[in-house]
C-alpha cells in the first residue's frame, strides 16, 4: 500500500513539476527498429512555456523547490511554520532530511522514490549546499550539514515550532557554499489558484440557458 501511494505521489510530482521544462530525458537504451524519430529538442536558451503547476501535496506550504544535476527533488522551508510542516506532510519516512550543525537553518527534504534507492554523492552534497545557504553559516565559506533519514526525525512535543530531535544521523557533510547553485537547481513553479478560478468562472458562463418554448 506504501509503495502504490508512494507511486501515485511521483506521478503528480513528474506531471506537475516537471510538466513544463524544456530539458529532454536522455534515452537509456535504442529505440526499438521501425520507431519514428523524435523532433529535434529545442536549441540552448529557448525559453520554457512557463513555470510548472506545483503539485496538490505542496501547495499552502511555503518551501522552495529544487532539481539536483542528478533529478532529485529537494524541498527547502522559507519558514519555522514550513520547517515544522515539512516532515509530516511533504516527506516519506525514507526520504533524506538536512539541517545545518550547531545552529538555525532551513529544513531542507531530498525525496527518494523508494527506501533503498542510492543518492549520488554529488546530489546529497547539492542539497546540503542548499541547506547551508539558509542558515546562519550563510556567509562562511564552508558548513557542517547533518544528513538523516526522515524516520530518524521527529517533531518535541512542547518545543518551539521548527524544533526537531534526531534520533540517528547518517552522516555529517562539510560543503563548500556557492550561492549561485540555488539560481542553477531552482525549480519554477506556479500555483493552481488562478487556473481553478478561471475554470470556475468558465463553467459558470457555460451553463445552459433555458430555451425559449416557440409557439403551437
Known amino acids: 500500500l506504501h509503495v502504490l501511494r508512494r507511486r501515485a505521489d511521483v506521478r503528480e ?47 499552502g506550504l511555503a518551501v522552495a523547490l529544487f532539481r539536483t544535476s542528478d533529478g532529485f527533488l529537494v524541498l527547502r522551508g522559507k519558514s519555522q511554520q514550513a520547517n515544522h510542516e515539512i516532515l509530516s506532510k511533504a516527506a516519506s519516512p525514507f526520504d533524506y532530511w538536512l539541517h545545518v550543525a550547531g545552529g538555525p537553518s532551513a529544513h531542507v527534504i ?21 541547506c547551508a545557504l539558509k542558515s546562519y553559516r550563510k556567509d562562511d ?3 557542517d550539514v547533518l544528513l538523516a533519514k526522515v524516520k530518524d526525525v521527529r517533531k518535541v512535543k512542547g518545543a518551539a515550532i521548527g524544533s526537531v530531535a534526531v534520533d540517528e544521523v547518517e552522516r555529517t557533510l562539510r560543503v563548500e557554499l556557492d550561492p549561485a547553485l540555488e539560481e542553477r537547481l531552482a525549480v519554477r513553479v506556479a500555483e493552481a489558484t488562478s487556473s481553478r478560478q478561471g475554470a470556475s468562472k468558465h463553467t459558470s458562463a457555460a451553463k445552459k440557458t433555458p430555451k425559449k418554448k416557440g409557439r403551437a
Open 13 to 59: 510530482e513528474l506531471e506537475g513539476v516537471l510538466a513544463s521544462a524544456s530539458v529532454e530525458p536522455v534515452p537509456t537504451s535504442r529505440p526499438p527498429k521501425g520507431t519514428p524519430k523524435c523532433a529535434a529538442p529545442p536549441p540552448a536558451g529557448t525559453a520554457s512555456t512557463g513555470p510548472a503547476l506545483l503539485p496538490k501535496r505542496y501547495q
Open 110 to 130: 531530498l525525496r527518494r522514490e523508494f527506501p533503498d534507492q542510492p543518492v549520488p554523492e554529488a546530489s546529497l552534497r547539492e542539497a546540503a549546499v542548499l
Open 141 to 143: 565559506a564552508k558548513a
